[in-house]
């Protein structure tokens, strides 16, 4: 063999280990759901919780929504006694009709061409409303009944002998309240003498926007944040969150933001699903991500990963359901999960072996083609 001969095979072998080089590292690197076990930190057994998913676990989850919804049936009762004892108080800006009858003198002095709107009797800035003979009455914080009564009193009182009154509200200017964020058509809504609800201030404004989250709702009451949830008032009943709106009261509705389920690990599209207005099962979430895949998830890893509850010493309860059986998918279909949940699907250990080859791949055909290139040089 002559000196140039063992010259070029001195450089393709020099060639060859440079390229493995790169593919040796990269399966330092290779994907999948490994955990090392020397990572320092807390004991994961200290911080949370491991439920397997039984069938004991779903009926104690459906017993407890049994349970909240006949708490909410009885919520539903004692809401319903709310509206009866509305009563709308006169403020600035209103704009009242006074009726009095056999005296046309009274009811309308401009004519009766104006409307009642027009014609009616305005209340001034300081609360008070001026009317003939009596001159000024303080009205402002007065039900429409209240008022007539106190005009009927001092019309009686040597002007009209047994006065027939009738007194109405023909403008509501004095309060409103105001719904913001991902309604329809956000603004201001006038409180008028028919209450105003939540679900009725949320209807007026067009409904709720496809981004909205209808679970954390905030009612700005003198001051207070109350967080309310639409989602349990429209599908569990829960009517004693409805409350009557009032002057000054903000409504906002916020974008869904993290009220999402994260599918993650050996699915087939990981994704973010929102639960802005709807509720979903493990099942469910796993369906809206095409699947697990066959080819490389572990059957017993599907993992449920749920923060734990404020002022918890636990981080996260993690739910394990084991589908080896593919019987126990039906398990997953009455599992119920929360927003923020983390759905997750492990790999096998030949799932990760196919990832470390499918990244030596690329560098092996590398080899390959140079190689062969070489090949073709020195038969040149």
Same mark, same amino acid.
């Given at each position: 063999?002559?000196?140039?001969?063992?010259?070029?095979?001195?450089?393709?072998?020099?060639?060859? /280990?440079?390229?493995?080089?790169?593919?040796?590292?990269?399966?330092?690197?290779?994907?999948?759901?490994?955990?090392?076990?020397?990572?320092?930190?807390?004991?994961?057994?200290?911080?949370?919780? #491991?439920?397997? !998913?039984?069938?004991?676990?779903?009926?104690?989850?459906?017993?407890?929504?049994?349970?909240?919804?006949?708490?909410?049936? &009885?919520?539903?009762?004692?809401?319903?006694?709310?509206?009866?004892?509305?009563?709308?108080?006169?403020?600035?800006?209103? #704009?009242?009709?006074?009726?009095?009858?056999?005296?046309?003198?009274?009811?309308?002095?401009?004519?009766?061409?104006?409307?009642?709107?027009? /014609?009616?009797?305005?209340?001034?800035?300081?609360?008070?409303?001026?009317?003939?003979?009596?001159?000024?009455?303080?009205?402002?914080?007065?039900?429409?009944?209240?008022?007539?009564?106190?005009?009927?009193? &001092?019309?009686?009182?040597?002007?009209?002998?047994?006065?027939? !009154?009738?007194?109405?509200?023909?403008?509501?200017?004095?309060?409103?309240?105001?719904?913001?964020?991902?309604?329809?058509?956000?603004?201001?809504?006038? #409180?008028?003498?028919?209450?105003?609800?939540?679900?009725?201030?949320?209807?007026?404004?067009?409904?709720?926007?496809?981004?909205?989250?209808?679970?954390?709702?905030?009612?700005?009451?003198?001051?207070?944040?109350?967080?309310?949830?639409?989602?349990?008032?429209?599908?569990? *009943?829960?009517?004693?969150?409805?409350?009557?709106?009032?002057?000054?009261?903000?409504?906002?509705?916020?974008?869904?933001?993290?009220?999402?389920?994260?599918?993650?690990?050996?699915?087939?599209?990981?994704?973010?699903?929102?639960?802005?207005?709807?509720?979903?099962?493990?099942?469910?979430?796993?369906?809206? /991500?095409?699947?697990?895949?066959?080819?490389?998830?572990?059957?017993?890893?599907?993992?449920?990963? &749920?923060?734990?509850?404020?002022?918890?010493?636990?981080?996260?309860?993690?739910?394990?359901?084991?589908?080896?059986?593919?019987?126990?998918?039906?398990?997953?279909?009455?599992?119920?999960?929360?927003?923020?949940? #983390?759905?997750?699907?492990?790999?096998?250990?030949?799932?990760?072996?196919?990832?470390?080859?499918?990244?030596?791949?690329? /560098?092996? *055909?590398?080899?390959?083609? !140079?190689?062969?290139?070489?090949?073709?040089?020195?038969?040149?």
């Amino acid at each position: 063999m002559g000196r140039g001969t063992r010259m070029k095979r001195r450089c393709r072998q020099w060639l060859l /280990s440079i390229c493995f080089v790169p593919a040796i590292a990269g399966c330092a690197f290779a994907p999948g759901g490994a955990i090392p076990y020397d990572t320092a930190g807390d004991d994961i057994d200290e911080l949370v919780d #491991i439920e397997p !998913i039984t069938l004991g676990l779903v009926r104690a989850q459906a017993a407890e929504s049994a349970r909240q919804g006949a708490l909410n049936d &009885r919520s539903l009762t004692s809401s319903r006694s709310l509206a009866p004892d509305y009563s709308y108080r006169i403020g600035p800006g209103d #704009i009242l009709s006074v009726i009095v009858y056999d005296h046309p003198e009274l009811t309308n002095p401009a004519g009766s061409d104006q409307s009642p709107e027009q /014609s009616g009797n305005v209340v001034e800035p300081d609360g008070t409303l001026y009317y003939p003979y009596i001159g000024r009455i303080r009205v402002a914080g007065l039900t429409a009944l209240e008022v007539r009564d106190e005009l009927a009193r &001092r019309l009686a009182d040597g002007y009209i002998a047994s006065p027939q !009154i009738s007194v109405r509200v023909a403008a509501f200017n004095s309060q409103k309240a105001y719904v913001t964020g991902s309604v329809d058509r956000p603004g201001a809504q006038m #409180i008028t003498n028919v209450p105003l609800t939540i679900l009725d201030a949320v209807a007026a404004a067009g409904g709720l926007s496809d981004a909205a989250d209808w679970h954390n709702v905030v009612l700005t009451h003198r001051g207070q944040d109350i967080r309310l949830s639409v989602f349990d008032m429209l599908q569990r *009943g829960d009517f004693a969150q409805n409350r009557l709106l009032e002057d000054g009261d903000v409504l906002h509705v916020p974008e869904v933001g993290n009220q999402k389920v994260y599918v993650l690990g050996e699915v087939i599209q990981p994704r973010a699903i929102s639960m802005g207005n709807t509720r979903y099962s493990l099942t469910d979430a796993l369906s809206q /991500s095409g699947g697990i895949n066959e080819g490389s998830a572990n059957a017993t890893g599907i993992f449920v990963i &749920r923060r734990a509850p404020e002022g918890s010493q636990k981080m996260a309860t993690v739910y394990q359901l084991d589908a080896r059986n593919s019987a126990a998918l039906m398990l997953g279909t009455e599992f119920m999960l929360k927003p923020t949940d #983390i759905v997750y699907v492990t790999t096998t250990a030949l799932g990760r072996w196919n990832r470390t080859i499918s990244l030596l791949l690329p /560098s092996v *055909g590398s080899i390959y083609d !140079i190689s062969r290139t070489t090949q073709n040089v020195r038969d040149l």
